[in-house]
């Protein structure tokens, strides 16, 4: 595969229904806060792009959990990969179960029944297609996505009288204010959470995760494969912006009158596809293709998620077990797989209809357990003195950190001083069903997750109310804190014979994809490498002539 298509598979992936939804919503709700993750996004890319996948193409990998494994142990791959699963399967349950409201909110058609016709059309095109068919299907799928928000916004410009009025109504709203630069953690979104702390949830995404780096490794050269990233930046901002300005667009029609308040709407999370109705109906198609927006984005997504688990499992738990499997063998368990994982996550949808907002809720997701995996593998990739012992108590103490604190946040919720919710009015509205009042009281969290005990405990306004992007970044510090103490006090510091390709390397950064070096870094040639030094080649003699990788200071330090 060549840069273009994969980039915008890439955004596509993760740029769901999810997206579809819940930005425009999170943007009507808290204001233009969320635009800049244009600046995470971007912070992402050139990490992932000159860290990780030099070093991912270098080794030839299918399933990103090898490295786990060559670099630590068996048991810490079989741990990481079930971790993986995990965390897709639920994500990929509520991606699902986000056009299901879009769908029932503009068609009346039940919720489940939407949700298992999802499933099954990911199922079969996945099944079918493999690899190749996710990513063409994903630049065609993201091109309606796009399609869709441009569709909103106009219809809201000619209503309004022109994108001016919008922007104004918006700035009166108080819904411009984005820059806040309160060092406060506590805080659900500033600029130093969503920078700091978006930045390294998304690096968790874009570098580890299977969904994403079997696309880019995927290229035909390393110099493709990092080409894909940043051409990824530009999609991703076209695509945060389309959204944060459509629920702009929303607040600017409903700022006198909010639906979800007045009880138009069942949750938030339907308030795009209610405006949809509510604005395009009469135009016959256009509601179609917002659905068809909210489900290119989800149909991307979910093929994505089953390809990479059925590309995990049979590298991680299939392969160790039965290694003799002829090819026909592997392609009827691939397609078996897929039918398993797509029904799996079909169920995790019931799961993700009770977690409340759905586009914070997948983030923190995200954040508690992709942050002790990031935090496991940049343990491996920078620290020699990193072993087995000190990974895998490392992971398993940052996970456990991180589910405590994400599992708090989502049982008591944060209050509104810390989530920040801007002002809403039904003063403007033909009924209000039997309120006596017309103006509210800006949104907590708690309209839509659990109702707020009325004991709350004093861990609740303090650590559980860490904002949901830090959740990866105290993920990652954790486990890599602990795991050079643990690793120092097991014998870290005298391990011999460690493969030097498995370590990150100034050579890998902003030059491996420059020259004419960054070609010959193919699978084949590391797969040679690998098994010479399986059989017992030393370190030290892994020659700069065949690879041109080595740094003299490596080799020096390896020889002490």
Request: hydrophobic share 45%.
């Amino acid at each position: 595969m060549t840069a273009v298509p994969v980039a915008m598979s890439l955004t596509a992936s993760f740029m769901s229904g999810i997206t579809v939804i819940g930005t425009p919503a999170e943007a009507y709700r808290f204001g233009t806060d969320y635009w800049i993750f244009a600046i995470s996004y971007a912070i992402m890319s050139i990490i992932t792009a000159e860290i990780f996948v030099p070093l991912f193409y270098r080794l030839g990998i299918t399933s990103t959990y090898e490295y786990l494994e060559m670099r630590f142990n068996k048991l810490i791959r079989v741990i990481g990969t079930s971790m993986y699963i995990t965390q897709t399967a639920l994500y990929t349950g509520m991606v699902i179960y986000a056009p299901a409201l879009a769908l029932n909110q503009i068609t009346g058609m039940d919720l489940w029944g939407v949700l298992v016709a999802t499933g099954v059309v990911c199922i079969l095109y996945c099944t079918l297609g493999g690899l190749k068919a996710v990513i063409w299907t994903d630049v065609f799928q993201m091109v309606i996505m796009l399609a869709g928000f441009v569709a909103v916004i106009a219809r809201g410009a000619v209503i309004q009288g022109g994108l001016g009025k919008i922007w104004d109504d918006c700035y009166q709203g108080g819904r411009l204010s984005a820059f806040d630069f309160d060092p406060d953690p506590l805080k659900r979104h500033t600029f130093w959470t969503i920078v700091v702390g978006g930045s390294i949830m998304w690096v968790s995404i874009y570098s580890i995760n299977q969904s994403q780096v079997q696309r880019y490794i995927s290229c035909k050269t390393l110099t493709q494969a990092k080409l894909s990233l940043y051409g990824n930046i530009i999609g991703l901002w076209l695509t945060v912006s389309l959204a944060v300005f459509s629920g702009l667009t929303m607040y600017s029609i409903y700022k006198d009158c909010d639906p979800f308040t007045n009880g138009d709407v069942g949750a938030v999370d339907q308030l795009l596809p209610y405006l949809v109705m509510d604005t395009l109906a009469a135009y016959p198609g256009v509601p179609g293709l917002f659905v068809s927006a909210a489900y290119s984005g989800t149909l991307s997504t979910v093929s994505s998620s089953i390809n990479a688990l059925v590309a995990v499992t049979v590298e991680d738990f299939v392969r160790p077990v039965c290694k003799n499997l002829t090819d026909k063998q592997v392609s009827w368990i691939n397609m078996g797989l897929s039918v398993f994982f797509g029904f799996l996550c079909i169920g995790m949808a019931a799961i993700a209809s009770l977690m409340g907002s759905i586009l914070q809720a997948a983030l923190s997701i995200f954040g508690m357990i992709s942050g002790p995996l990031l935090g496991l593998y940049v343990l491996g990739m920078f620290w020699r003195t990193a072993n087995s012992t000190g990974g895998l108590t490392g992971l398993i103490v940052g996970l456990v950190i991180t589910l405590w604190v994400g599992i708090g946040a989502q049982i008591y919720p944060p209050l509104a001083d810390k989530t920040n919710p801007l002002p809403i009015s039904v003063a403007g509205c033909n009924r209000t069903q039997d309120l006596n009042y017309t103006t509210l009281a800006p949104w907590t969290m708690a309209v839509t997750l659990t109702p707020l005990p009325d004991d709350r405990p004093a861990l609740a306004d303090s650590w559980y109310s860490l904002s949901y992007l830090y959740f990866c970044l105290l993920g990652t510090l954790v486990t890599v804190t602990v795991g050079l103490v643990v690793s120092a006090i097991t014998g870290g510091c005298k391990q011999d014979n460690l493969r030097l390709d498995l370590f990150v390397r100034r050579s890998d950064l902003f030059c491996a994809g420059c020259g004419k070096d960054s070609e010959a870094l193919d699978p084949e040639i590391n797969e040679k490498a690998g098994s010479e030094l399986k059989n017992g080649s030393n370190n030290a003699g892994f020659k700069d002539s065949q690879f041109n990788i080595v740094d003299k200071d490596v080799e020096k330090v390896t020889k002490m």
